[in-house]
């Protein structure tokens, strides 16, 4: 435990943490936008999908962007975004985002062990989600990506509950199961008024490599049709391909190894229409400012 501490303790402690702001405080200096990338479980490529998110943004809609990995015992930046090193730390304490394929990132995987469980109780990582937020210079940035933490627990609560989201992305794959999370995720962020950007089907088929026909292993159009049924729509569809395996497991994205492949194309689609979402958001605001948080 003394090992996992030191980082954050060496940043000003994690004891004195209140865990509130007032809602004028919320916001990020610099940041224009916060989404999160969130879905009910485990297991259907949310990180996955944060991750080549976030580097479509910076390189497809040259955007400046930050990719904050809040999944704090399971972190997977530090593979996928290929980082293996910590983040510099700035005169009054915070931490310096590191930065790789045009995105500025920041994990709990830079700061502990490679391998280390960490096996905090919840206030302690509550503490560790504000030093990786509001501890982290993350300069101008456009939008910040946030991979949230599987489920609807004390982490969600505490992202949702101390930070300005703009919106919040839904990740499932189009199996009955996973749906029924992930229309869990998203009821709870709209518990907590954060807009629902959309939802993104991962695994959405395979395509057979000899005869190059789809099949759709996880259902057909299960996502959209769960969106439609919440009153959301579909703005990702991602097909289950080995290159975005190998990304992942090499710390290349796909949308950098292959950036004129269909899967690329699926990620640069799905980032123009987060993008897209959030001035239709940004309008309404500006129309109806007595809403404005």
């Known amino acids: 435990m003394k090992g996992f501490l030191g980082p954050l303790r060496r940043l000003g402690g994690i004891r004195g943490y209140s865990g509130t702001f007032k809602r004028s405080q919320l916001r990020l200096e610099g940041v224009k936008d916060v989404i999160a990338v969130a879905s009910g479980k ?30 704090v015992y399971g972190p997977s930046v530090p593979m ?27 994990s709990m995987g830079f700061l502990v062990e490679k391998d280390a469980p960490i096996v905090w109780r919840g206030p302690m990582v509550m503490s560790a989600l504000a030093k ?3 501890g982290v210079d ?33 990740v499932s794959t189009p199996q009955d199961i996973a749906l029924m999370d992930a229309r869990r995720g998203a009821n709870m ?8 950007l959309g939802f993104v089907e991962n695994m959405s088929f395979f395509k057979c490599p000899h ?22 729509k579909l703005i990702g569809e991602i097909p289950l391909e080995v290159d975005i395996r190998k990304g992942s497991d090499e710390g290349v994205p796909v949308v950098i190894s292959a950036p004129d492949s269909v899967i690329s194309k699926a990620y640069g689609d799905t980032a123009q229409n987060v993008v897209s979402k959030l001035e239709e958001l940004a309008k309404e605001q ?4 007595e809403i404005n948080l």
């Open 42 to 71: 485990g297991g259907v490529g949310k990180s996955t999908t944060a991750v080549n998110l976030a580097v479509a943004l910076a390189k497809n809609c040259q955007l400046k962007v930050g990719l904050l990995d809040a999944d």
């Open 138 to 170: 993350w300069g101008n940035l456009d939008i910040l990506v946030v991979d949230m933490p599987p489920g609807t627990g004390d982490a969600q609560l505490t992202m949702t509950q101390n930070l300005q989201l703009s919106g919040a992305l839904i």
């Open 286 to 289: 500006s129309l109806h400012p």
């Open 189 to 196: 962020f709209s518990k907590v008024d954060v807009p629902i």
């Open 80 to 106: 996928m975004m290929k980082i293996d090193r910590k983040p510099d730390i700035t005169e009054d304490k915070k931490m310096i985002p590191i930065e790789n394929y045009g995105v500025k990132c920041m």
């Open 132 to 134: 990786m937020t509001r």
């Open 211 to 232: 005869c190059g026909e789809p099949s759709f292993i996880f259902g057909k159009e299960g996502t959209r049709n769960a969106a439609a049924s919440m009153g959301y």
